[in-house]
C-alpha cells in the first residue's frame, strides 16, 4: 500500500478531486480532522480487502507469518480487520452455489489479545508413527499470524538476514 493509493481511493470514496495527502486521510478516519469520514473509513476498509487478497496468494505459496512494516503500520486498526476477513473469506465456486475457503489455513491478527490466544493455542495432539514404537506431537491446525513491526523495516530486515545466516552456518 502506498500514499497514492491511499489518496485515490480516498478521492473515489469521496467523491472529489481536492488536493489531499494520505496523512490528511488517516487523520479524517480517526476523527482528528474535518472531512468525509465514511469515505476515508471506506479507503482504508478497501485498503485492507487488497492488501488481504494479495497476502492470501503468498500464504498459499509460502508458509509463513505476515509481519507489516513502514508508516501503514499506523493505520494497521483501520485496516486489519478487512484484511483479515479477506484472508479468512470464502469463495463462491462457479459450477455451483457450494462455497470454499481461499485457503486451509487460518489468519489471525496477533496484534489482537484474544486472535494472539488463539493463534497460540496448543492444539498438538499424539500421533503414532507407522511400523515404529515411536510417537510424535503433531499439530493439524493450519494458521498464520499477522501482526506489525515493532522495530522499524531496516533494522527487521538486517535482524532477519542475519538470523537466516546464523541458521545457514549451523547446517
Known sequence: MNSAAVIRMYREEAKTTAEISSLEVYEIAVGK??????A???TFERLGES???ALITALN???GLVVIGGGVTGAYKLFAPAMIATINSTLGRADSTARM???ELTAYDVESTADLQQFAANTSQKVSIPNTNISA?????KRTGIGISRMG???AMATGAYCFALYQLDK
Open 153 to 155: 523495516d531496516s533494522l
Open 137 to 141: 506431537l503433531y499439530d493439524p491446525t
Open 61 to 63: 505459496l509460502v508458509d
Open 33 to 38: 480532522r474535518e472531512g468525509n469520514r465514511t
Open 101 to 103: 475457503h481461499r485457503s
Open 51 to 53: 492488501l488481504g487478497d
Open 40 to 42: 476515508a473509513l471506506r
